[in-house]
């Protein structure tokens, strides 16, 4: 049974009350990370929650992520912070669960931020450009809204949204299907879902250059062809186990034979090649033998 680890809500904190679990680096409010941080909440408030253990021993609220963001809420005089409250003292689990951010959510943040502040503020605020803004928030144009649900937390590069787009909406359905099926969302089987989807579901097709148009027939060709091949082997199959189960009653008869000592002598005296043949066939192990191979070479 899965056991949940975190609170449901946020509960907010002093931060006068909130222990360090570890030492911060010497200089650190010096560091542009730092600033960052800094920025960051002067211009749009704490984003990511502060994550807190409480240690019935020592009767005290751990931090276990979110040391720098503590710092500079006291250095801005924010008395409170919105805290997640985790139920075991192991720093590892939130950074992994809680605090990481796909492009998904990434993209919904940018947007929710550019609702409030103007994108020289938020760029200012992040610190980075003006134009990388502008890219986390158009990331999303062209993908179907339910494509955009479930990958909303799933680990997929902002390279794949760019090969999506060039899909229609259905067959952006079909690939994340596909991808999450695999559990693979890489650019590269992104790519090779699209070079296997027909034309009529490419937007732009027109735009398909000659090698591309090359690479989709071969692609094509080659899920006939092993199409057909997966048919043949099913029927060599089927029929390997029908010939092998007439062997195998065929091969108890002749060992059968060959134990009975009138038989045995009877070959001996009037058909000794026989006997040779059937006296192979009694120590054949299967079909593909390499005894029945010589066999049939004589």
Same mark, same amino acid.
């Given at each position: 049974?899965?056991?949940?680890r975190?609170?449901?809500?946020f ?9 360090p679990s570890k ?9 542009h990370?730092?600033?960052?941080i800094v920025?960051?909440?002067?211009s749009?408030?704490?984003i ?7 240690d019935k021993d020592?009767?005290a609220i751990?931090i276990?992520?979110?040391h ?9 005089g924010?008395e409170? $912070?919105?805290c *997640? #409250? ?5 720093a590892?689990?939130p !950074?992994?669960?809680? @605090?990481?951010i796909n ?5 919904r943040m ?5 609702a409030k ?8 605020a ?5 134009d990388a ?8 144009n ?7 649900a479930?990958l ?5 590069p902002k390279?794949?949204?760019d090969?999506l787009r060039?899909m229609k909406?259905i067959?952006?359905i079909e690939?994340v299907?596909t ?10 089987f $992104?790519?090779? *879902? #699209? ?5 009529s579901?490419?937007? !732009?097709k027109?735009? @398909? ?5 090359d ?17 043949e082997?099913?029927?060599l199959q089927?029929?390997y ?5 007439k062997f ?14 009138k038989?045995l002598h ?15 066939i ?13 066999n049939?070479?004589?």
């Amino acid at each position: 049974m899965i056991q949940i680890r975190f609170g449901d809500n946020f509960i907010y904190l002093e931060t006068n009350k909130l222990i360090p679990s570890k030492e911060l680096l010497e200089n650190v409010k010096l560091s542009h990370k730092y600033h960052q941080i800094v920025t960051s909440i002067e211009s749009l408030g704490i984003i990511e929650p502060i994550i807190v253990f409480y240690d019935k021993d020592k009767d005290a609220i751990k931090i276990l992520d979110g040391h720098l963001r503590v710092e500079a809420l006291k250095d801005l005089g924010i008395e409170k $912070a919105p805290c *997640i #409250l985790s139920s075991i003292d192991d720093a590892f689990t939130p !950074n992994k669960q809680v @605090n990481h951010i796909n492009v998904v959510e990434e993209h919904r943040m940018i947007i929710k931020s550019l609702a409030k502040v103007s994108i020289e503020k938020l760029s200012a605020a992040l610190g980075i450009s003006i134009d990388a803004i502008k890219d986390k928030a158009n990331v999303m144009n062209g993908i179907d809204p339910s494509v955009i649900a479930k990958l909303s937390d799933k680990p997929i590069p902002k390279a794949t949204f760019d090969v999506l787009r060039k899909m229609k909406p259905i067959r952006q359905i079909e690939a994340v299907g596909t991808m999450i099926n695999f559990d693979n969302y890489s650019k590269k089987f $992104a790519m090779s *879902i #699209l070079d296997a989807t027909p034309a009529s579901m490419i937007i !732009n097709k027109g735009k @398909n250059t000659p090698y591309k148009k090359d690479i989709k027939k071969t692609i094509l060709r080659l899920e006939q062809e092993m199409a057909t091949t997966s048919e043949e082997t099913k029927k060599l199959q089927t029929e390997y186990g029908s010939d092998m189960l007439k062997f195998v009653i065929i091969q108890s008869y002749i060992i059968k034979l060959l134990g009975n000592s009138k038989v045995l002598h009877w070959f001996l005296e009037n058909e000794v090649d026989y006997l040779n043949e059937l006296k192979r066939i009694s120590k054949i192990n299967s079909l593909d033998d390499k005894t029945l191979a010589e066999n049939s070479q004589s």
